[in-house]
């Protein structure tokens, strides 16, 4: 058994305990974890400005010499910051292991004047949206929205941008493994080798942060979901 003494900087109170902080947290899980797992949870806490890059790389520079500690510089790397889902992490990673571009994360799509959606992911270029789907949302109301009226209310706007020229892929838990993963990315390879339309109707702004979803207990986007038909680790 060994032992390590804590800096005062790296140690917090939550409630009446003490508690190292999220970035030294976020360090020492990132070692051990599987990195989908590393890289999402410093996507969630980015995303929440639980801590910031630099927390994490003073951390980094007093571990230099600590077993695992190339796995969470890595891990650091790959986090974007903006990811608001789980999935959108994972996706993320899956598609640049298969050696696509790398997107533009978390993309305000305007049209006239109207905002009319925000994707997960942008190809400038091509003008394809990637759009990673978790069932949650069709299956509970939100907004103030059944999942029936916000299913017609994205077939609307999607349907309009189609019409100018933008192209979609979408994306599901499935698609990330097995024989999907292969039909995902000749999908992805097929939509990509287009050129987008030379004269655009749509106005592409990317977001510089992400936005935390939910609260008050409500599913954020990060939490193991059953009802989502896959069993992974929260």
Known sequence: ?????????????????????????????????PEVHAVAALDAALLRGLTTRADVRRVLGRQATVPGIPRTVRALYLADGRAES??????????????LPSFVSQVELWVEGELLEVVDGWYPEAAVAVEFDGRIRYRRTQFGRTAEQEL?????R???????????LRVAYEDLSGGRRRRLEKSARRLLA??????????AVPRPEGRARGGDGED?????????GVGRPG
């Open 194 to 203: 287009v050129p987008g339309p030379e004269r655009r109707e749509s106005r």
């Open 1 to 33: 058994m060994t032992r390590a003494a804590l800096p005062v900087d790296e140690v917090t109170v939550r409630g009446a305990c003490r508690v190292t902080t999220a970035a030294r947290t976020l360090v020492d899980v990132a070692r051990t974890w």
């Open 158 to 168: 999607e349907d309009l941008l189609r019409s100018i020229g933008v192209r979609f």
């Open 152 to 156: 017609w209310e994205e077939k609307r």
């Open 86 to 99: 789980w999935l959108e992490t994972c996706g993320r990673l899956t598609l640049d292991a298969l050696g």
């Open 220 to 228: 954020d986007g990060w939490l193991a979901r059953a009802d989502d």
